[in-house]
C-alpha cells in the first residue's frame, strides 16, 4: 500500500510499504477514507524528536473497517469508524479509571497518512457510526481521532466548568479544539492566546470571548488585566514548550489546575510557584476512546464542527506539501485523501 | 515577651522580645495556650534554609483572644481560637475559590512558640471554640493549627474518596494525619511508608490497613505489589524531598493525581512521566482556614484524635530541646507550653 514515511528532517516521501495485516484475533484493519497532519508529527519533521528512518508516521484517521481479527465482536466489514491515535481494551483497571491512554494493552496508530491503519483491540478502541456519515462531516470526525479528543482533555484536566474563566494557550488546532471544549463545558469566558488573524477569527468561530494576541509577560499582563488581576480559573496548555508552560502558570489563579496536552519539550515545571500557589497540573496524552461516544454525538448532531481546523485537504500524494504547509504555519491542519 | 529565635544552624533561643501590638484594625493578639514545633521549622534549623538572623520561629499555636482591633466583629478578648499558620481576610477571590493560603491579604503566624501572637485578619483567620475546651483536646485543636489541615490538604488534593487506596508517602506528623484524612474521606486501602516501628503503629491507629518499611524502589515495588500491577488511586506527598516525589509519580497509577504539601527542596518534577501516564500534581501550602470549621466539629466529636501526633510536651523553656528531639527523630512532634 501507499503509506507516509519520514525519512529525516524534512523529508516526507510517500512510500509503498506492506499493507497491514491481521496479527491479533483482537485486530481490525481499516481502510483510510481521510487521514492528516498532527502537530505533534512537526516535532520529528522538524528534527527535534528522534527519526526512525524510513517508518510510518501519522496517527489520526478515520474509515471503514475491512478485516477483523476472530475475536472481534463489535465491528465487521464495512462498518464506518474513528480510529482513536492511542488504541485500548477499555476494560483493564486503567481504561476503567478513564486512563485509556495508559491502557494496559496500548497500541498506537502507526499510518495514518496512507490507504489502511492496523488496529489493535479494536473492540475496546474503535466507535462507529449508524451506516455511512455525510461527506460534509467527515473532517469533524476526523477530527475527534486525536484534536477535538485532545482539546476536550485540556478542559477536563484544566477542570473547566459552568461560569469559569478559561484561557486557551496555543492556537494550533488543538488549542481551537480547546476553545470548543471549554464552550460546551460551560465556562463564561474564554480567552484564546493567539497572534495569527485567522486562527483568532476561528477561536472567535468557537466560542472565545476575547483575545489576546501578546506573548511572554506581555501577553500574562494582558490575561491577568481581562481577570481583575485574579487569573485564569483553568488554563489549556496546549503547545508543550517552555515559554508555553511559563504563561500557563504565570496567569493561573491560585487554586486552579492547568490542563496539558502539549507533548512537553524543554518543560521544567515551576514546583515551589505550584507549592505557594496551590496550581495543579492535569492532563497528558488523550485518553481519547474516553470521551469519544460523547464527542461523536456532538459532531453528528451538528453542536460542534471542529472540523473547521482543517484549512486545507490534499490528495495523500500531496502529503510532502501538507507538512510545509503545517510546518510554515500556512495551514491549521491539513487533511489527507488517500 | 519571651519568644523562641534562630541564630543559626542547630541554634534555637528562647529570648525577650518585644510583645507583638495590634498595628491594624483588623488585627488581634492571641495569649499562647499551647505551641509546636513543625517539621518545616527544620529546614532553617538544619541550615538547608536560610536564617534571618535572631528573628522568632514558630507558626503554630492556639490560645485565648487578649486584644482586638476595632473592626474585628466577630472575636473578642477572651475567646478560645485556632490560629491557621497563614492568615487570610477568607473574602477576596483566592479565598472564595478555597485558596485561603494564597489571599491577597495573606498574613503569617510569626511567633507560635512564644507567649503572644499576632494574626492579621482576624475575622477571616480564626475559629473560635465555644468557651474553653478541654484540656485533653488542646493536643487536637493544636494540630488544626498546621499538620491535620495540611495532611488533609494533602488527601483532598489527591483526589481520595469512597473506595480509594491511598498511599502516604511520609509519616512524620503530617503524614500521619494524612492517614487520619484519607480514612474520614472514605479511602478502603491507606499505605502508610513508614519504617519508623513507633510511627507504624500510630498509621495503623490513624487507620492504615497496610504499612510498607522500604524505601526507594523498593517501596515503589511493595506498593505495586500490593495494588496488583495497578498502583495508588491516591498519593499524599508529605515530605517534599526529590526522594519522595519520584515515590509518588512512581507509585500513583495512572489517571491519579499526587496531592503534595510537603515544602519541596530539590525537586524535579517528572513531566514527561506525568504527562505519559497523566498523572496530575496538586495541592501546596494548605488554606488550613477553609478546612477548619469540618475539622474542628471533628475534633470537638472526639471522632478523630490527631493530637496523638504530639509525643512529647516541654515547657517553652525547653524549646531547643524539642527541636534537637524532632531533629534527632526520637519525637515526631513537640507541644510547647508557655
Given at each position: 500500500m501507499r503509506a507516509t514515511t519520514i525519512h529525516g528532517p524534512r523529508d516526507i516521501r510517500l512510500s509503498e510499504?506492506?499493507?497491514?495485516?491481521?496479527?491479533?484475533?483482537?485486530?481490525?484493519?481499516?481502510?483510510?477514507?481521510?487521514?492528516?497532519?498532527?502537530?505533534?508529527?512537526?516535532?520529528?519533521?522538524?528534527?527535534?524528536?528522534?527519526?526512525?528512518?524510513?517508518?510510518?508516521?501519522?496517527?489520526?484517521?478515520?474509515?471503514?473497517?475491512?478485516?477483523?481479527?476472530?475475536?472481534?465482536?463489535?465491528?465487521?466489514?464495512?462498518?464506518?469508524?474513528?480510529?482513536?491515535?492511542?488504541?485500548?481494551?477499555?476494560?483493564?483497571?486503567?481504561?476503567?479509571?478513564?486512563?485509556?491512554?495508559?491502557?494496559?494493552?496500548?497500541?498506537?496508530?502507526?499510518?495514518?497518512?496512507?490507504?489502511?491503519?492496523?488496529?489493535?483491540?479494536a473492540d475496546g478502541s474503535l466507535v462507529k457510526t449508524d451506516g455511512p456519515p455525510d461527506d460534509d462531516l467527515?473532517?469533524?470526525?476526523?477530527?475527534?481521532?486525536?484534536?477535538?479528543?485532545?482539546?476536550?482533555?485540556?478542559?477536563?484536566?484544566?477542570?473547566?466548568?459552568?461560569?469559569?474563566?478559561?484561557?486557551?494557550?496555543?492556537?494550533?488546532?488543538?488549542?481551537?479544539?480547546?476553545?470548543?471544549?471549554?464552550?460546551?463545558?460551560?465556562?463564561?469566558?474564554?480567552?484564546?492566546?493567539?497572534?495569527?488573524?485567522?486562527?483568532?477569527?476561528?477561536?472567535?468561530?468557537?466560542?472565545?470571548?476575547?483575545?489576546?494576541?501578546?506573548?511572554?509577560?506581555?501577553?500574562?499582563?494582558?490575561?491577568?488585566?481581562?481577570?481583575?488581576?485574579?487569573?485564569?480559573?483553568?488554563?489549556?496548555?496546549?503547545?508543550?514548550?517552555?515559554?508555553?508552560?511559563?504563561?500557563?502558570?504565570?496567569?493561573?489563579?491560585?487554586?486552579?489546575?492547568?490542563?496539558?496536552?502539549?507533548?512537553?519539550?524543554?518543560?521544567?515545571?515551576?514546583?515551589?510557584?505550584?507549592?505557594?500557589?496551590?496550581?495543579?497540573?492535569?492532563?497528558?496524552?488523550?485518553?481519547?476512546?474516553?470521551?469519544?461516544?460523547?464527542?461523536?454525538?456532538?459532531?453528528?448532531?451538528?453542536?460542534?464542527?471542529?472540523?473547521?481546523?482543517?484549512?486545507?485537504?490534499?490528495?495523500?500524494?500531496?502529503?510532502?506539501?501538507?507538512?510545509?504547509?503545517?510546518?510554515?504555519?500556512?495551514?491549521?491542519?491539513?487533511?489527507?485523501?488517500?
Amino acid at each position: 500500500m501507499r503509506a507516509t514515511t519520514i525519512h529525516g528532517p524534512r523529508d516526507i516521501r510517500l512510500s509503498e510499504v506492506p499493507a497491514p495485516a491481521i496479527a491479533a484475533p483482537t485486530d481490525a484493519i481499516v481502510k483510510v477514507v481521510a487521514g492528516c497532519i498532527c502537530g505533534s508529527d512537526l516535532w520529528p519533521y522538524r528534527g527535534e524528536n528522534p527519526i526512525d528512518e524510513g517508518s510510518t508516521i501519522g496517527h489520526e484517521c478515520i474509515g471503514v473497517v475491512v478485516e477483523t481479527g476472530s475475536e472481534v465482536r463489535r465491528f465487521r466489514e464495512g462498518d464506518f469508524v474513528v480510529v482513536p491515535f492511542v488504541h485500548c481494551d477499555n476494560t483493564c483497571a486503567h481504561c476503567r479509571h478513564g486512563a485509556q491512554s495508559a491502557c494496559m494493552e496500548q497500541g498506537w496508530t502507526e499510518s495514518g497518512q496512507a490507504e489502511y491503519s492496523h488496529v489493535t483491540h479494536a473492540d475496546g478502541s474503535l466507535v462507529k457510526t449508524d451506516g455511512p456519515p455525510d461527506d460534509d462531516l467527515l473532517p469533524s470526525l476526523l477530527s475527534l481521532a486525536d484534536v477535538m479528543a485532545t482539546g476536550w482533555h485540556a478542559a477536563v484536566s484544566a477542570g473547566v466548568e459552568k461560569g469559569s474563566t478559561a484561557v486557551v494557550v496555543g492556537d494550533g488546532a488543538v488549542g481551537l479544539c480547546g476553545v470548543i471544549a471549554a464552550q460546551q463545558l460551560g465556562a463564561e469566558r474564554i480567552v484564546a492566546m493567539s497572534r495569527h488573524e485567522s486562527r483568532q477569527r476561528l477561536a472567535r468561530e468557537f466560542g472565545a470571548t476575547d483575545v489576546v494576541a501578546e506573548r511572554g509577560e506581555a501577553g500574562e499582563q494582558a490575561v491577568l488585566e481581562l481577570t481583575g488581576g485574579v487569573g485564569a480559573d483553568a488554563v489549556l496548555e496546549c503547545v508543550g514548550t517552555g515559554a508555553s508552560m511559563d504563561t500557563a502558570f504565570a496567569i493561573a489563579r491560585p487554586g486552579s489546575t492547568v490542563g496539558f496536552v502539549g507533548v512537553p519539550h524543554g518543560v521544567e515545571l515551576p514546583v515551589r510557584r505550584m507549592f505557594q500557589k496551590n496550581v495543579g497540573l492535569a492532563g497528558g496524552i488523550a485518553p481519547v476512546r474516553r470521551y469519544l461516544p460523547e464527542l461523536l454525538d456532538l459532531v453528528l448532531a451538528r453542536t460542534i464542527d471542529p472540523g473547521k481546523v482543517f484549512d486545507l485537504t490534499l490528495p495523500l500524494e500531496e502529503v510532502a506539501d501538507g507538512y510545509r504547509a503545517m510546518d510554515e504555519r500556512r495551514a491549521i491542519k491539513v487533511m489527507l485523501r488517500p
